[in-house]
Every structure is written in structure tokens, then in C-alpha cells.
């Protein structure tokens, strides 16, 4: 059974008009967590919740955002994509951020975002 | 600080030949470490973890990787390889710094010959 969800698998948007990607996950985790994967690169995370809390990366670019309004679900908002977006973008949750008692980050399948 | 390096960008091994994908780390308290395997087009899937209890820790696919403190190193290994196995692998480290900090390496890409 699926347990983080992420739809649509592939989307493509042009250069400057906004797209929103989801995420939902069936583990009642408290944490949720948004990267970009770039070709051949590493996971970069942009953000996370903790519960309501909003957690963003300092080098994150302002073109994103986040929203999570409920436990289950949070989405990602590219205001104006550029080509340089184009990326995998992954979702992943996690029970709590307890980092010395190793939590596990489960993620999602991901979304393909290709900008034209 | 915490920074994790992934030896090899690539490797490849022959199919039922054995594996070794090599990770050192760096962190100045006691991390957490994960290997993750990513097939293409997919999501990361855990293959194990290491949370200071035993310091061989099995996964699964028959995948395996021992925690040497000594030598900072979380090398994944197996056995056999076999052709499903060929996929990007990343380690990971987190570290209890008191704030959140989730490490990824750059990745080994591994090719599995027939």
C-alpha cells in the first residue's frame, strides 16, 4: 500500500506560470518534507513542516512555497518556474525529528517537472 | 559539521559478483546513517539504517553495511549482484545536533553486468 503519495508523477508547465505539486501520506506522520533532485545530482531539501511549523532552508529561493493544511497533505508552489526548475521533486515524511535515534524519512515516488 | 563522501561516483560489477559501495562520514556527535537506493524515475527506497546499536546492520535484498567509527566509514555491500540492483545508491547521515540536519552524498551509481 502506498503510504506517500505524490501526484501527478509528471507535469510540465511553462516558464513563468505557477504549478503546484502534491503530496499525501497514510503514516499520520508529523513531518513532511519537500526536495528538489536535479539529474544526476543529490536530494536538496528546500523545506519541512514539523506539524503546522514551517521550516525553510536558507538557500532556498523565495519561488517556493509550501502549504500543509492538514496532517495528510502538503503541496509545493513554484510561483514562477524557470528553466531552471525543471527538477525531480520529492516528498518525503517522517514520524518526528528525533536525528540521534535515526527517524526514517519514507518518500514518495516523486513528480517530474519539466518547464517550457 | 556534518558532510558525508560517497567514494565512487560509479561502479560496476558483474552479475553475482559482490558489491562494495563505500561511504565516510563526518560528524562531531554520534550520527544516524542510512543507505537509500533510487531506481530511475523513482522515489528513494530505505535499504537500512544504522542508529548506534549493532554495528552490522542488515537490509534488505540482501544488502548489508557495517558502522566502523574508527575508520568513519558505512560501507554497503553484497554478496551477489544481481541485475535489479543496477540503481543510483545514497548515504545519508543525521546527526542529533540539536537541530535538524539531514546529510545526503552525491550518490554511487551502480552498473551490473550480465
Known amino acids: 500500500d502506498a503510504m506517500v503519495i505524490q501526484n501527478p508523477r509528471y507535469q510540465v508547465t511553462q516558464f513563468g506560470k505557477p504549478v503546484t505539486l502534491s503530496c499525501s501520506q497514510t503514516?499520520?506522520?508529523?513531518?513532511m518534507y519537500w526536495y528538489q533532485q536535479k539529474s544526476s545530482q543529490a536530494p536538496k531539501l528546500l523545506f519541512h513542516?514539523?506539524?503546522?511549523?514551517?521550516?525553510n532552508e536558507a538557500d532556498t529561493p523565495d519561488n517556493f512555497q509550501s502549504r500543509r493544511p492538514n496532517t495528510s497533505f502538503c503541496f509545493l508552489d513554484i510561483r514562477s518556474p524557470g528553466l531552471g526548475d525543471a527538477a525531480m521533486y520529492l516528498c518525503?515524511?517522517?514520524?518526528?525529528?528525533?536525528?540521534?535515534?535515526?527517524?526514517?524519512?519514507?518518500f514518495g515516488p516523486g513528480t517530474r517537472l519539466l518547464v517550457l | 559539521a556534518q558532510s558525508v563522501t560517497q567514494l565512487d561516483s560509479h561502479v560496476s560489477v558483474s552479475e553475482g559478483t559482490p558489491v562494495l559501495l563505500r561511504c565516510n562520514y563526518s560528524?562531531?556527535?554520534?550520527?544516524?546513517l542510512f543507505w537509500y537506493v533510487q531506481h530511475p524515475n523513482k522515489g528513494l527506497q530505505l535499504l537500512l539504517k544504522?542508529?548506534?546499536?549493532?554495528?552490522l546492520v542488515k537490509g534488505i535484498n540482501g544488502f548489508e553495511a557495517e558502522f566502523k567509527k574508527s575508520e568513519t566509514s558505512f560501507h554497503l555491500t553484497k554478496p551477489s549482484a544481481h541485475m535489479s540492483d543496477a540503481a543510483e545508491y545514497f548515504c545519508?547521515?543525521?546527526?542529533?545536533?540539536?537541530?535538524?540536519?539531514?546529510?545526503f552524498g552525491a550518490g554511487t551509481r551502480l552498473f551490473v553486468k550480465a
Open positions: 518525503a515524511t517522517s514520524r518526528g525529528l528525533a536525528e540521534g535515534r535515526g527517524e526514517t524519512q519514507y
Open positions: 545519508v547521515v543525521r546527526g542529533n545536533t540539536g537541530g535538524f540536519k539531514t546529510i
Open positions: 503514516l499520520n506522520h508529523n513531518v
Open positions: 544504522y542508529t548506534s546499536a549493532a554495528t
Open positions: 513542516y514539523y506539524d503546522k511549523d514551517f521550516n
Open positions: 560528524s562531531s556527535y554520534s550520527p544516524s
